[in-house]
């Protein structure tokens, strides 16, 4: 390593771990200070944000076998989101066609009923049709106005220490996207899971397996840090867990889970691939095979495991 990267390295050390002690002990200031919305950096507006939300929607059926215009997609089901960010789109979605209850689980308290977020439901409810519209209408407290905030009893949004829901036989249909990845006990998210399915159940979750902005000099050597510095640095933050594909079907099992579906969403070059293969500290590759090592991220689906039952 040059003394140029060496020093570059350091300076990243010394920032991050001051942002981790902020997070640590004032994670409300934290997450206004970074203005997090959980979709990223800046405002893309409303209508490019409802756009994201009903791509969501669509990649969820597309996975779950239903159609997306399907107004009765998701008759009647009990829903359950992890790590919704601060706009409950995929929520309100879900009920448009024909969810019972969503009920979002966040380890930050991200959700905000800001003017700009008031426009994005704005903007999901004139962009569906007007049978689910006129569902959608329904999960505020006032019929059809975004800003009067969302009704509990059809979307609920709870803060949880660990971001798990404490749920037992509830759920039909759990959701997650871009939020596996920073979870930091993923043996507890998924024991969580299995609780909370109902018989019958299914769970489908994205997971970005990227460097969310941590790479140093090439794509994924953020899998090189020392697990002991990487957790000085970023354990507070959100930042990813750094696990790769082996440990999250590892997990999952252990909780009597059954796994669906396993699909990557992307790959590292075989070049890319290459360069970094030495640096990846073995840790985080338990139970990944060679050719899973350069995934960009997965689709997961996971039912209860025939021969589990909850509390067993
Ligand atoms: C990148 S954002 C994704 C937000 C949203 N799913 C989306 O697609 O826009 C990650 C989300 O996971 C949440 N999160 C982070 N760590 C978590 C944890 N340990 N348990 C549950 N949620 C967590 C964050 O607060 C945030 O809502």
Not at 132 to 159: H, K, M, N, Q, W
Not at 167 to 172: I, L, Q, S
Not at 251 to 272: C, D, F, I, R, Y
Request: aromatic share 8%; with cysteine.
């Amino acid at each position: 390593m040059s003394p140029t990267s060496r020093l570059a390295d350091t300076r990243r050390c010394l920032s991050a771990i001051a942002s981790n002690l902020l997070a640590r002990f004032a994670p409300t200031l934290y997450v206004r200070l970074t203005r997090q919305t959980g979709r990223g950096a800046g405002d893309v507006g409303a209508e490019n944000n409802a756009g994201y939300f009903r791509r969501c929607h669509a990649e969820y059926c597309a996975r779950l076998g239903c159609d997306p215009e399907d107004p009765q997609a998701l008759a009647g089901l009990q829903v359950l989101e992890y790590g919704p960010g601060d706009v409950l789109g995929v929520a309100l979605m879900c009920i448009a066609h024909g969810a019972e209850r969503v009920v979002c689980v966040d380890r930050f308290p991200l959700e905000r009923l800001s003017p700009a977020n008031v426009a994005i439901y704005r903007a999901l409810l004139t962009g569906l049709p007007e049978g689910p519209r006129a569902r959608a209408a329904t999960v505020f407290r006032e019929t059809g106005e975004p800003a009067s905030g969302l009704d509990p009893a059809r979307i609920e949004y709870r803060v949880t220490h660990d971001g798990t829901s404490g749920a037992e036989a509830t759920f039909d249909l759990i959701l997650s996207r871009a939020v596996l990845e920073h979870v930091h006990d993923l043996a507890a998210l998924f024991a969580d899971m299995r609780r909370a399915l109902r018989p019958g159940g299914v769970a489908v979750h994205q997971v970005d397996l990227k460097s969310h902005g941590l790479d140093r000099q090439m794509p994924f050597d953020f899998l090189s840090w020392p697990g002991w510095l990487y957790a000085l640095m970023y354990s507070h933050k959100g930042f990813p867990n750094r696990w790769r594909v082996g440990l999250y079907r590892r997990w999952a099992e252990a909780a009597g889970l059954e796994l669906k579906a396993l699909a990557p969403t992307g790959m590292l070059s075989a070049s890319e691939l290459a360069a970094v293969r030495p640096r990846i500290r073995p840790e985080l590759a338990t139970g990944t095979a060679d050719d899973e090592l350069g995934w960009l991220g997965f689709w997961m689906e996971l039912v209860p495991a025939r021969h589990t039952a909850v509390g067993d």
